[in-house]
């Protein structure tokens, strides 16, 4: 297994991912002043993200099945804990795109080969505040 998104698994079988992009940002704000430099805030960290991509083929795993799973996980709207195959918790992350690109096709029209970049937008501050908050 090398990560869980809910009940998702990305493990070879399903959709395994060849990169994980992680982006997070903190946000100052600047007020302008007459005669002086601007002065500046610090207002905190900024909405964290993290983008998936791989590419997935008929032969290898689910390919298709794996992506509509993840289509209707993002449809509920719902928020689900990211946690990697080390344990690691990244937190609560909703689903913001899915992109795909299908190529190498059979006769059928069918793809053989399936690029995907998911994209995931963190929503909690700290993963561990509603873990805890779930186990009281």
Do not use: C
Not at 32 to 44: D, E, H, S, V, Y
Not at 113 to 122: D, M
């Amino acid at each position: 297994m090398m990560m869980v998104l809910g009940m998702f698994v990305f493990e070879l079988a399903s959709a395994p991912y060849q990169t994980l992009e992680q982006s997070k940002s903190w946000r100052h704000a600047s007020q302008t002043r007459i005669g002086i430099g601007p002065a500046n805030q610090f207002l905190g960290p900024d909405a964290e993200s993290i983008a998936l991509s791989g590419v997935l083929y008929e032969e290898l795993n689910a390919g298709e099945v794996s992506l509509l799973a993840l289509e209707e996980m993002a449809d509920t709207g719902e928020a689900y804990f990211l946690i990697e195959g080390t344990g690691w918790i990244y937190g609560e992350y909703v689903i913001e795109a899915i992109k795909t690109t299908r190529s190498l096709f059979y006769k059928n029209g069918s793809a053989r080969k399936i690029e995907f970049n998911l994209s995931l937008k963190r929503i909690t501050s700290n993963p561990l505040e509603k873990i805890i908050g779930l186990l009281q």
